[in-house]
C-alpha cells in the first residue's frame, strides 16, 4: 500500500543504487523477496564481490527500513486511525519479519564466503563482530513473538497518545500540561500534576496488562535462545559488545554514591528558594528564582527558525542541514490530539534524510528536545557518504552523544529565544536538570535489570520493585499521600514498553556530552570539530573508539561522573541582578 505521508511530494525521491534502481518497491513481500533471491546467487568469491555483495545487502536493507518508517511516522501522526496503525503491523508481519529468516542465510553465506579472508581487518571488524552476533541470535520461534511484541507495543503508545484531561476549561494532551507545571502558583502546579496523574492512573490497569504481556513474551525470546535472563538476551541483541550488566550494576552505584548528594542539594536549594518546608513532585519544574515560566516562541514556526540560528552558530553546516530538512517538510513539530507522545528522530535510510517529530506545547523543553533530535538528524547527515547501512545505523551510546551535547553546544546561543537574563536562567535550569536525571535514568534502567531478571512477574511485585528503587533514587521528594500514585509512575516512560533495555544509553551518553561541553567551554571549534570527527565514523569503530573521536571516555566509575557533577555545580549559581 502507498503511505498517505503528504509531506512526502516535498522529498527528493530515493536515488538509483547499484542494486536497487530509484522506481523499486518494496511495498510487499511479492517484491522483496525476489530481491532476496538475487542476493543469493550472487557470488561471494573473492574480496570485490563481496564488498559489492555487502552494498548490495545495504541498499536492500535500507528500502526494506524507510517503507518501515514511513508507515511508523505515518501511525504516530495520527495514533487514532486504525487504518494507519494496521498497515505499520502489517509491513512487520508480512515483510520484516519473514524478511528476518532470509536475512540470516545472508548472513551465514558472508560467514561461509571465501572473500571474507581477504577483506581489510580494520574496515570490516566491526561489521564481522555484528553479522557473528545476528546469526547466533537468530531463532525461527521468535519471529512471532517479535510481531506481537510490536502489536503490544503499539497499543501503548494508542492509549498514552489519545490521553487528554480538561484544564481551563479546555481539553489539553498530556505534552500541553508542562509549562502549568512551572507557574509560580503551587496550588496550580500541584492541580496540573494532578490532572495528569490521575488520568494516566485511569488507564494503569489496562497499561500495566500491555506491560505483564511483554514481559512473557520477552522472557520466552530470551529462553528460545538459550538466555537465563531476558536482560542477557537483550545485552546482545543490542550489540553491547563493550560493556555488560556489571558495568551498569557499577554504573547504578556510581550514580547513588556520587550524584544523590548532588540531587539532594539541588533539591534542597529548590526548596529553599521556593520557601516550602516539604518539596513535592509537583514543585520540581517550578522557576528556583521564583519567576515565571521560560516563554520562548508563541508558534512551532518560531520554534523552527530559532533553533535554526542556533545550529547555524553552533556549526554554519548545521544550519544549511536543518535549512533542508525544513524545506522538504521532514519537521512535524506541534502539538494535537490524537498524535503520539515523545519526540523523536528517524532516518529514511533508503534517502538518507532525518524526519522529526515532536509535540511542541510552547515551553523550553521545547527547544531542548528540538536541539536534541537536530543532533540526531546531523549525525544522519554526517553519515550519508556511508556505503553501508550497518555503519550509519550507529550504537545508540554515541548516537545520544550527538544529541545531548547538541543541547550543551546549542545553550550557548539561547540569547536566540530570550533576553540575557533569560537565556542564562534557561542555561541553569537545562544543567540543573542534568543531576535528578542520572537518578532518574539509574532508576529506570535498573527497574528493568529487576523485572527482567526476577522469576516472580507480579504486578504488586512490580510496584514493590519502583517504591523500592524510588526509595533509593528520589531524594527528598516527599510523595506522602501519593504512594498508590507513586508506584506506577513508571508507565509514563515509554522506553519499557517500546524499546527495552535502552534507556542506560542515555547516562552514558550524558557523561560524554557533558566532556564535549566541557572542552568548548576553553576550545568551542576544537570541541565541534571533534564531535563532527566521532560523528561522521558513523558505527564504524568500537564504542570506545567513537567516543574517544568526539574527545570522551567510556567510563562507569566516579572518575568521570564526579567531576563533570562539580563542573555542573559550579555553573548553577545565577550572577546578581
Known sequence: MSTPLTFLAAVPPPSAGTFLDARTSVDSWSRVEPLFDQLERHSLESATKLQAWLVFCSELQAAIDEELSLRYIASTRDTASDALDQAYLDYIETVTEPAKERWHRLHLRYLASTGRGDLEPRRYAVLDRIIENEAALFVADNLALETAEARHSRRYQRLMGNMTVD??????????????????????????????????????DELEDVFHELVLLRGQMASNCGFASYR???????????????????????????????????????????????????????????????????STEALREGCQTIFERV???????????????????????????????????????????MSSAGGHEDVVALLHEGGHAF???????????????????????ASMAMELLGARHLEVFYSQHDAERARRRQL????????????????????????????????????????RYAGLVDHHGLEELQQVEWLQQS?????????????????????????????????VNAYRKALGLGGSRPLPELFAAAGATLDFSGNVMLPLLRLIHSHLTPAPR
Open 495 to 527: 522506553h519499557l514498553f517500546e524499546t527495552p533495555f535502552y534507556y542506560v544509553e542515555y547516562v552514558i551518553a550524558q557523561l560524554g556530552a557533558l566532556q564535549v561541553w566541557q572542552r568548548s567551554l576553553a576550545d568551542p571549534l576544537g570541541a
Open 379 to 401: 549525525h544522519c547527515c554526517l553519515t550519508r557518504h556511508e556505503p553501508l547501512l550497518v555503519y550509519r545505523d550507529v550504537p545508540t551510546e554515541i548516537a545520544e552523544v
Open 167 to 204: 484544564f481551563d476549561g479546555q481539553q489539553r494532551t498530556l505534552p500541553e500540561m508542562r509549562p502549568y507545571l512551572e507557574e509560580l502558583d503551587r496550588s496550580r502546579r500541584k492541580a496540573a500534576w494532578q490532572a495528569v496523574e490521575q488520568r494516566r492512573f485511569q488507564d494503569k
Open 232 to 298: 542477557d538476551y537483550m545485552f546482545r541483541r543490542l550489540r553491547r559488545f563493550d560493556y555488560g550488566p556489571r558495568d551498569c550494576e557499577q554504573l547504578h552505584a556510581t550514580t547513588e554514591r556520587f550524584a544523590m548528594p548532588s540531587v539532594r542539594m539541588v533539591q534542597q536549594q529548590l526548596a529553599d528558594q521556593l520557601g516550602v518546608s516539604v518539596l513535592r513532585p509537583w514543585d520540581l519544574l517550578a522557576d528556583p528564582d521564583g519567576e515565571s515560566p521560560l516563554s520562548p516562541f508563541t
Open 432 to 471: 540543573r536538570g542534568i543531576i535528578p536525571f542520572f537518578a532518574w535514568a539509574a532508576t529506570i534502567d535498573a527497574f528493568q535489570h529487576a523485572i527482567y531478571t526476577a522469576t516472580e512477574r507480579s504486578k504488586a511485585a512490580r510496584r514493590n520493585t519502583w517504591a523500592h528503587l524510588r526509595a
Open 315 to 357: 556549526f554554519s553546516a548545521f544550519g544549511e542541514q536543518f535549512c533542508e530538512l525544513s524545506r522538504y517538510g521532514l519537521l512535524d513539530l506541534a502539538s494535537r490530539v490524537g498524535k503520539a507522545p515523545g519526540a523523536y528522530q528517524i532516518t529514511l535510510a533508503r534517502r538518507r534524510l532525518p524526519f522529526i517529530f
